[in-house]
């Protein structure tokens, strides 16, 4: 209950307010609240720590505790391992149908893709794709994603890149590792709240 004094607040009963602020909702050091298939644990997170290492064809899901309904913002720090594609899944079932962010770096391959998913290792063709080969390998990026008002907006290091109309209702996120190559590593997974 609130207590007011000549219509004033009294010190300490003042509600603290942090709607609309990235909070972070998971390290990616441990499996705990997700469901692991051939991932690890491993050091050099970024900036330092530990981080969830994911390699190709194995992937990492869990259902996000923190779902605001219709609209969410999601950031997550992804790392690509030589000539390989990493992929992070959001507004998913169960089962891992939804979409994901894609970070591609094989040689002539597109380096920021959006894909429809129907499980966590399949997906549909691609829908939107920006900045032709220029991937680097070995660096970490900031991978955003929003989904306001049926809008789905990706943008890496701060930039959009990609912009896509979509109906998501699962709250399911997600990571695998693709494209012949060794996958990569995730840290950070950060949620508007």
Partial sequence: MTKFYRNRFTLGDIPQLDVGVLKLID?????????????????NGNPSGNCFTIPLN???????????????TYEVDMLVNGSSIL????G???????YMARIDTRPGGYWYQLLPTTSWTSWGSLVVQSDYNLGT???????????????????????LKL??????????IGFNGDGAGTGGRADNLKQIV
């Fill in 27 to 43: 390290g990616l050091d441990s499996f705990t609240d997700w469901t692991n298939s051939g991932c690890s644990i491993t050091a």
């Fill in 58 to 72: 194995q992937h990492a899901h869990r259902q996000n505790a923190v779902f605001q309904g219709a609209n969410f």
């Fill in 87 to 90: 992929n992070f899944f959001f």
């Fill in 92 to 98: 998913c079932n169960s089962s891992g149908a939804g």
């Fill in 137 to 159: 390998s070995g660096v970490w990026v900031k991978v955003k994603v929003e989904y306001i008002s049926g809008t789905i907006k990706v943008y890496f290091n701060d930039v």
């Fill in 163 to 172: 912009t896509y109309s979509a109906a998501l209702t699962g709250n399911w």
